[in-house]
Nanobody, 122 residues
Framework: QVQLVESGGGLVQAGGSLRLSCTSSGGTSNRYTMGWFRQAPGKEREFVAAIMWNDSTYYTDSVKGRFTISRDNAKNTVLLQMNRLKAEDTAVYYC????????????????WGQGTQVTVSS
């Protein structure tokens, strides 16, 4: 059973940066597709970024050039570096793990963290 714990959320001004961390236990993160999703109030959970078992990375268009996903296999940790944050990035961010190649689909992920709040003030 894989368990995921996110950290690093908080309140930041527009244009600032945050780094989210997701630590996995019960299974090594490098075997899985690891994804970051977010959910704003009143909206559906949406794909943000993913890193595959072969370290290929994918991003939703709205964060390309601003967010970077990476993994530290030795620490079973996946990071999401978020730069030039905007008010519309405000959401609860979730880390998730999947054995599927459909990295952008919420229902393809088997394990989820509890989420961490990111609030960007304008």
């Amino acid at each position: 059973q894989v368990q995921l714990v996110e950290s690093g959320g908080g309140l930041v001004q527009a244009g600032g940066s945050l780094r989210l961390s997701c630590t996995s236990s019960g299974g090594t993160s490098n075997r899985y597709t690891m994804g970051w999703f977010r959910q704003a109030p009143g909206k559906e959970r949406e794909f943000v970024a993913a890193i595959m078992w072969n370290d290929s990375t994918y991003y939703t268009d709205s964060v390309k050039g601003r967010f970077t996903i990476s993994r530290d296999n030795a620490k079973n940790t996946v990071l999401l570096q978020m730069n030039r944050l905007k008010a519309e990035d405000t959401a609860v961010y979730y880390c998730a793990a999947s054995m599927s190649s459909y990295y952008y689909m919420v229902h393809e992920y088997d394990y989820w963290g509890q989420g961490t709040q990111v609030t960007v003030s304008s």
